[in-house]
């Protein structure tokens, strides 16, 4: 049974977030990648919020955005993974990053989570937007 599955009545939206990031998680460390933090958060109002940080056996930092939908109408997952929330994420990048002795190879990904699947979209957007 999937995230998509019910069992009797109707996930809440945090639960069903929370649902398809399991299912990303172990879908990406399923190929090697392994994880340093999940839902890492900047302090303060305004801020951003990554969903999963990870370590890619290349030694990359992979900052992974991951949005569940129910179809891939409007264009799916990574569509929505507007400007906006591009910078969001870059600004929680930067903060985590700042707190690390040297800089290691970094990208962005987006992990969709759909009735049919999951999809892996690596480099998906880049700090420079």
Known sequence: MNSFERSGSAPTTKKAG???EDEALAYLQGRGLRLLARNYRTPGRG??????IMRA?????VFVEVRRRRSVAHGG????VG???QG????AAQHYLASLRSLPPCRFDVVEVTPDGLHWLQAAF???R
């Open 126 to 128: 880049d700090a420079g």
């Open 83 to 85: 400007r906006t929330k």
């Open 88 to 91: 969001r994420i870059v600004f």
């Open 18 to 20: 929370d649902a398809g």
């Open 47 to 52: 801020g951003g919020e990554i969903d999963l």
């Open 77 to 80: 997952a990574a569509a929505s």
């Open 57 to 61: 056996p290349d030694t990359t930092l």
